[in-house]
C-alpha cells in the first residue's frame, strides 16, 4: 500500500513520537521523527533537496533542550 502522505514530527517526548508513530502508519502515513528543531531542518531540506518533501510537517513549540 503506497501512503497517503509523507509527514515529519517534531518533538522532544519519546513517548509522544512512540504513539504518534503507531497512529500514523495505522492511518497510512509515511511518517519521519525529529527530537528537536535543528534535526528538523536538516531532514526537511534533505528530503526537498531528493525531490521528496513533505506533505506535513508537526511541530512541538516548546522543546526545553533545543529549538522548538
Known amino acids: 500500500m503506497e501512503p497517503k502522505g ?7 517526548e519519546a513517548i509522544i ?3 504518534s508513530r503507531e497512529v500514523l502508519k495505522f492511518l497510512g502515513y ?3 521523527f525529529a ?3 535543528g534535526e528538523a531542518i536538516r531532514l526537511y531540506k534533505q528530503e526537498k533537496e531528493a525531490g521528496q518533501p513533505f506533505d506535513l510537517v508537526i511541530v512541538d513549540l516548546t522543546i526545553p533542550d533545543g529549538m522548538g
Open 6 to 12: 509523507k509527514i515529519l514530527l517534531v518533538d522532544d
Open 17 to 19: 513520537l512512540d504513539v
Open 30 to 32: 509515511e511518517a519521519v
Open 35 to 37: 527530537r528537536e528543531g
